[in-house]
Every structure is written in structure tokens, then in C-alpha cells.
């Protein structure tokens, strides 16, 4: 089956830190991976997607200067959360595209980030 | 605005019976639906999925049904057991360009001994 892997899995940062979120789909190429945040017993929300080579598309009311991301090959998009603060504080969990299928998406086991 | 709504927001089934859920969609750009199971921590697993040209679709003990007239389809939890404990969400897919999943609010599943 396809993996996609995230890290870190936890993360916790003073507020007004940057944090940095890395996700890679391990055994096959993401044309398109998509950034999702999930709150407490809430549902996932998209924030963004991302495709290899081009700059991201930002979902409306997602501060595309708060959450940049980068998509810099085909196994790899990452995610940063600058100047985080304890709003920030959430479940951040991305999911790929497998280049070449109908449309599956495989999603990362989640990142835990905490802003102190 | 929830594209697509999601009920009941919990369930409590005993081991071995049915579980199910519904949800509903506005969207007819959709063209997938899948369904996916999440643990506490995790993140979501693809279950299973269906397109609108079908109107059911089983996998061992899950099964989809889809109605596509009144824009409906429903997960079904057949024989269920404890290890079946999990949030579930239904998502839609929304046909050309980017192909976004819209994700349902969820149904926090418990299956009780």
C-alpha cells in the first residue's frame, strides 16, 4: 500500500517560533498533496493544496504568509507555521495524490503541534 | 457552509450489530465518495469508497449505499464489533481541477461488548 509519512509527529514551541511540518509519500509520487487541520472531536478542514513546482492554493480565510507551503518534488511537501501562536495549536495532517491513479488519496498519520 | 452533513454525531451499537450512518450532499460536482475511519491520534484511513453510477457497494462487512436522486448515501457497519470503535467520516469529491475531498463532521463510533 502507499505510506505517506509524517514528521514530526509532535511538536511543541514557544508562541512566536516558526515550526516547520514535513510530509513525504514514501513509495510512490504525489502530484498533488493536500494540508488539512483538525480540531478537537471536529471534522478536517482544507487549508491548502499543493502541487509539485508550483506555488500552493489557499483554501479562503487560511493566511497564505501564517502557513507556507512548499512543494519541492514529487515525495515531499512541507508545511510552516510561522510565528506560531497558542491559536496555531492543532492536529495538521496531510494527504498525497498518487501520480497516475484516479484520484485516492493517502493520508499521514498527523502532526501534533502545541504552542505554548 | 457544510457541503456535506453527517449524522448522527454518535453512536453507541452493541458488539455484533448494525452500525449506521448517513450523510448528505448538495454539490453535484461531486464524483467520489469515500468513507474513512480515524483513530485518536491518527490519521484518517480510506474504508471505502463509491461513485455516483453505483447505487450499493460491499466490502466484507462494510457497505455503501448511495442514492444519487436524493443526493444520499450511507455507510452500513454490518456485524460490528469492538476494534470497530473509531471516528468515521464520509467526504465527497469534487470531479476536475484539483479534485478536493470535503470532509463530513464525523460519527464518533463506540461498539460496546
Known amino acids: 500500500g502507499a505510506v505517506v509519512s509524517q514528521h514530526p509527529s509532535r511538536v511543541i514551541c514557544k508562541s512566536g517560533t516558526s515550526v516547520k511540518i514535513e510530509c513525504r509519500s514514501l513509495?510512490?509520487?504525489?502530484?498533488?498533496m493536500f494540508w488539512y487541520r483538525q480540531f478537537p472531536k471536529q471534522s478536517l478542514m482544507l487549508m491548502a493544496t499543493?502541487?509539485?513546482?508550483?506555488?500552493?492554493?489557499?483554501e479562503q480565510g487560511v493566511e497564505k504568509d501564517k502557513f507556507l507551503i512548499n512543494h519541492a518534488s514529487l515525495t515531499l511537501s512541507t508545511l510552516t507555521v510561522t510565528s506560531a501562536h497558542p491559536e496555531d495549536s492543532s492536529f495538521y495532517i496531510c494527504?498525497?495524490?498518487?501520480?497516475?491513479?484516479?484520484?485516492?488519496?493517502?493520508f499521514g498519520e498527523g502532526s501534533r503541534l502545541t504552542v505554548l | 457552509q457544510q457541503q456535506v452533513k453527517q449524522s448522527p454525531q454518535s453512536l453507541i451499537v452493541q458488539k455484533g450489530g448494525i452500525s449506521i450512518i448517513n450523510c448528505a450532499y448538495e454539490?453535484?460536482?461531486?464524483?467520489?465518495f469515500p468513507w474513512y475511519q480515524q483513530f485518536p491520534g491518527k490519521g484518517p484511513a480510506l474504508l471505502i469508497a463509491i461513485r455516483p453510477d453505483v447505487s450499493e457497494k460491499k466490502e466484507g462487512r462494510f457497505t455503501i449505499s448511495f442514492n444519487k436522486s436524493a443526493k444520499q448515501f450511507s455507510l452500513h457497519i454490518m456485524d460490528s464489533q469492538p476494534g470497530d470503535s473509531a471516528t468515521y467520516f464520509c467526504a465527497a469529491r469534487r470531479s476536475g481541477g484539483y479534485q478536493k475531498v470535503t470532509f463530513g463532521t464525523g460519527t464518533k463510533l463506540q461498539v460496546i461488548p
Open positions: 494527504s498525497a495524490r498518487r501520480k497516475g491513479q484516479g484520484g485516492e488519496l493517502f
Open positions: 513509495d510512490f509520487q504525489a502530484t498533488t
Open positions: 499543493s502541487n509539485e513546482g508550483s506555488k500552493a492554493t489557499y
Open positions: 454539490n453535484t460536482a461531486f464524483d467520489y
